[in-house]
């Protein structure tokens, strides 16, 4: 067997799915199995930790079973065990670390950390390698999630004839994550949970330009982003304008009872509404674009990387298409089942890391808060 | 000081509202934030934080996603967020039970979802809008933490 070809399993539970998946070389896909718990946690209308470890509890078992026997391997082919250790949801984080932890102990194969972060990164390069293109490095990558606005420079050293990846973080956000202020605002217009799909939908209908949310205004870092200024001057928009409130109350009856998903939410939806989402999605994502080329442009990369569920939305891939092309740069955006958590990210991650010799002990924590770089 | 109230009328200004009440905190204290989306609960809290020693403001974002932050430079802080709680659970089910094992300062974000049962000093405050950059910040201390001022 090749370095290529080396297999391994990938387990990822940070928050709310459960992900197992066996990636061979670090870029073949043999398997990437996702339990997803949004269904559960909708009826709360947000996560419920502990109802979240215990499910985690219930699918890491069959969950890697099936990753297994869709890539028909057992677990005696695995050359690496890599899992996720932060950050996210300490109890979450446990189940799949203690379960990866003692499956590699048992087996006697190696045990690989990884950030969940850096598995972001990877799902942008996972997917480049496979399709046979190299991104130049440095990339800058922004990873937009529900917990997540963040941009790393990612460059690479030779360490042991491997290609060792390092991150330096050159800005993040000082108070909302973007999928956040999209979760918020879904809330406070009665849009159902999570917020980001039905607001990209539906902001196709609306005048993106109908209302001027002005940028944020930040001191130092000018790479820094801010989202809860915006989430408040979309709050003190449907509080100047309470014509608005009879259809956010029949949308909120329809919520409960089972009417979701942006056709049923359009049907109960002014154009005043349309316009307010299409003009909150074209200030986030301008906002996100726009500072994410700056920071290549300033750092000299030539590669963008998005990555995280917020990159699956449609006006953000638009934008970024559209706007680093005029300026010689190349994006990455992975699939949507790559953008969003899932196993084959932290296997690939797993790999370089592998490559490059790191081995973890069972020592190796769980950390809610773990940083990158 | 039983309980006052303050006007803010910039973000700047309840940061530094903030600042003054983490310059006085002292480990245990629990900080008790309620108010509306957008009222002000981060901003407040980066101030706290920051007047505690513990990081700075810029460092202090949104716990909402991993319900928990720690910031540890000298005091101890957790910066707690309940927003996502769905439903309604004393704090011991939410897997933060280590939070008060030892001496800290913590901050509880949408404290209104859940009923915190404590024998640490408690400080409320409510947060509310009165307009766009108009806070109006409510401050509930019988254990006299802030007598100080």
Redesign the interface.
Known sequence: MTTQEHLILGIESS?DETAAAIVAGGKRILSSVVASQVEI?R????????LA?REHLRQIVPVVREACEQAGVSLRDLDAIAVTRG?????ALLVGMTYGKVLALALGKPLIGVNHLEGHVHAVLLEAHAAGRRPALPAMCLIVS???TVIYRVTTEAVNGAEAFSYARIG??????AG?AYD?VA??LALGYPGGPVIDRLAEHGNPRAIRFGQPKIK??PY?FSF?GL??AV??HV?RNPQLQPEIEARQQAIERGERGADALRALSTPATLDLIASFQRAAVENLVGRTLEAAAHYGARTVFVSGGVAANSELRRLFEAEAAPLGMEVYLPSRALSTDNAAMIAAAGHARLLAGERADASLNAE??LPLA | MPSREIVTRSWEETIQRGREIGEQLKPPVLILLSGDLGAGKTTLTKGIVSGAGAATEEEVTSPTFTLVHKYDRGVRVYHVDLYRIGDLHDLETLGLEDVFTERAVVIVEWSEKLALRTDWPVVRIHLEHVSEDVRRISIDDPAGVLSAS
């Open positions: 928050c946690h009826k709360y209308g947000g996560v419920v930790p502990e470890s950050p996210g949801l300490i109890g529900g917990g997540h993040g956000t000082r108070d909302d994550a956040e918020k809330r406070m130092g870092n820094d809860s989430k408040t709050l003190y509080k809610a808060n």
